[in-house]
């Protein structure tokens, strides 16, 4: 009996195409940083072995925005290939928010990522008028960690919504003080 796999087209990697290379675009967001070293080991992995992955973009304007492959994308255009393998995600979704929250998803269920980077994606966020339970649910965090993350961005800022005691009051005598 033959497996029944129409299920399949709903999983982008069952889309994987080639697009020139100038139509994928780097995002200004990527929160995760390679070493040389290892830089050099993808590079000598595509020209050795290929691609194995296709690179994850969410379709824009003027073409595609790296989602997952900021990397791959990288050593492509250094060694100068005029196609790379994609699969488009979120077609229905436009905003920008989307796109980091997916980015994040991919990078934090592989890796580490730097953690100044990762306080200006929880700022962006935030400005983006994310909440920070959408946040937490959305970039597969804790409720305390988006908080430490946003106090190494800035307090004033982010906690700029928030309303706080006036326990108390600064004086200008010196005896206010004692």
Known sequence: M???LSWTKDHPVSRVQWVPIE????NDYNP?????PEMKLLEISIQSDGFTQPIVVWKIEKGYEVVDGFHRHKIGQKIRLSHLPIVVVNKDRKDKSDRIAS???HNRARGKHQVGAMSDIVLELSRRNWNDKKIA???GMEDDEVLRLKQITGLA????DREFSEAWEAGTDSEDIL
Do not use: G, K, Y
């Not at 139509?23 to 780097?26: K, L, M, T």
């Not at 995760?32 to 040389?36: D, F, H, K, Q, R």
């Open 23 to 26: 139509q994928i675009f780097a």
């Open 137 to 139: 649910n959305e970039l």
């Open 32 to 36: 995760n940083s390679v070493a040389p």
């Open 103 to 105: 980015t994040i998803r």
């Open 157 to 160: 800022e982010l906690f700029s």
């Open 2 to 4: 033959e497996d029944n």
